[in-house]
């Protein structure tokens, strides 16, 4: 492959999405041993996030799909810890 394209960054965050869904109850139970139990759910909500924005972006700049995706990781964080 020698260049990305728009079409393999939305691939790429789908994929991610897939893996963290797929994972959630491993990760839950990883996090359980030392730590709260929540990263599954975070790691799906954040993937959700930023799957959601790369599929809606129509720009034509990867980085900014990127920086996009990226702060969106957060908003679900930042929504549960208002809470
Ligand atoms: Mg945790």
Redesign the pocket.
């Known amino acids: 492959m020698d260049q990305i394209f728009l079409e393999d960054l939305q691939k790429v965050f789908a994929r991610l999405k897939d893996m963290a869904q797929e994972n959630r109850d491993y990760l839950i139970e990883l996090?359980g041993v030392m730590?709260?139990?929540?990263?599954g759910l975070?790691m799906v909500s954040a993937f959700t996030a930023a799957n959601e924005t790369a599929q809606a972006y129509s720009g034509n700049e990867l980085g900014e799909l990127l920086l996009r995706a990226g702060m969106s990781m957060s908003k679900p964080l930042l929504q549960r810890w208002a809470r």
């Open positions: 996090d730590g709260d139990s929540d990263l975070t």
